[in-house]
């Protein structure tokens, strides 16, 4: 088992930046694929960006140019810089984990649940 906890939500003006972060625990050696996924109501689940194993990134077209996920080595952090915020991005994001090597590299990711995945922190852009 995983367990994934995000943090770093909140309400913003259009424009302006977060960064949220996601710690993992438990059993992570065993995931090839840690990644970003947003959801607001009455819209499907969206994949915004994910990492492989070896570093790779991959981001949702919405997206790319304006965030950037990165991981701290030294304690396993996942992270997603957001900056120029848009009412569009408002969601709760969550932090998702997954063991198949195909998740990330299959384009498994902007389709699919992840096996873990957190409780979630909303995110919030007014114009």
């Known amino acids: 088992q995983v367990q994934l906890q995000e943090s770093g939500g909140g309400s913003v003006q259009f424009g302006g930046s977060l960064r949220l972060s996601c710690a993992a625990s438990?059993?992570?050696?065993?995931?090839?694929?840690t990644g970003w996924f947003r959801q607001s109501p009455g819209i499907k689940r969206e994949g915004v960006a994910v990492r492989d194993t070896d570093g790779t990134t991959q981001y949702a077209d919405s997206v790319k140019g304006r965030f950037t996920i990165s991981r701290d080595d030294a304690n396993g952090t996942l992270y997603l810089q957001m900056n120029n915020l848009q009412p569009e991005d408002t969601a709760v994001y969550y932090c998702g984990a997954d063991r198949r090597y195909y998740f990330c590299r299959g384009g498994l990711w902007s389709r699919a649940e992840s096996d873990y995945r957190g409780q979630g922190t909303q995110v919030t852009v007014s114009s």
């Open positions: 438990g059993d992570t050696g065993s995931v090839y694929c």
